[in-house]
């Protein structure tokens, strides 16, 4: 069984570009989460996918959108970056939205300059 | 508004010692409450959860008590030892049927040879 991954790793942009932060969930999970972790801070949800739709959405304007696959793969997308969007973007997974425990993966590290 | 806190962001504890980490949530609709420990470059790692119809649950070294009353949780680490030292983060889950957890700003826990 894998975990989730995320990628890239590390990221660095300026200020106004787009960028696209992927995560493949663990095996047998549907249902994906992603949070911004910005340093020294805890984790701050950004929204969820179910099944392939948005299934609850945090404090986070429109320009941060996702998307989910088929195959329950995810993305992340924000557009017109700003300089506080630099942060750690976790995604995590979990089996469905008939248990509450997440599984999180390692992160993308965005810098925004 | 909702948040969930720390009282102590640093807490340094003797190896062998026990540690005993706290955290106050605000949202008295929230059903179900996990920590999670963080190390360093890696994404939040599940250690153990608590529904709020128990106020106690054990898991190997592990304790999390959860106080409906006051709104407090915390999580008691036996024995604590060096590869414990990391930061965790209690998170509360305020909307059943979405992951919107609301996480806190975690407390450091150093462990001390």
């Known amino acids: 069984e894998t975990g989730v991954t995320q990628s890239p790793t590390h990221l660095i942009k300026t200020r106004g570009q787009q960028v696209t932060l992927r995560c493949s969930s663990q095996?047998?999970?549907?249902?994906v989460s992603w949070y911004q972790q910005a340093l020294g801070q805890g984790p701050q949800f950004i929204f969820q996918?179910?099944?392939?739709?948005?299934?609850g959405r945090g404090n986070f304007p429109p320009r941060f959108s996702g998307l989910q696959f088929p195959n329950y793969s995810s993305e992340l997308n924000v557009n017109a970056l700003e300089l506080d969007d630099s942060a750690l973007y976790l995604c995590a997974s979990s089996p469905g939205l008939a248990t509450n425990t997440q599984y999180f993966g390692p992160g993308t590290r965005l810098t925004v300059l | 508004g909702e948040s969930v806190g720390l009282h102590l962001p640093t807490l340094s504890v003797q190896e062998g010692d026990n540690s005993i980490i706290n955290c106050a949530y605000s949202?008295?609709?929230?059903?179900?409450f996990i920590w999670y420990k963080q190390e360093s470059g890696k994404g939040p790692q599940f250690i153990i959860d608590?529904?709020?119809?128990?106020d106690k649950r054990q898991g190997q070294r592990v304790t999390v008590l959860l106080n409906k009353t006051v709104k407090h949780l915390s999580l008691q680490i036996a024995a604590t030892q060096p590869g414990d030292s990391a930061v965790y983060f209690c998170?509360?889950?305020?909307?059943?049927?979405?992951?919107?957890?609301?996480f806190g700003t975690g407390t450091r826990l150093k462990v001390l040879a």
């Open positions: 949202n008295s609709a929230s059903d179900y």
């Open positions: 608590i529904r709020s119809n128990m």
């Open positions: 998170a509360e889950n305020p909307d059943s049927g979405t992951y919107k957890y609301i």
């Open positions: 095996s047998g999970h549907n249902t």
């Open positions: 996918y179910y099944r392939e739709e948005e299934n």
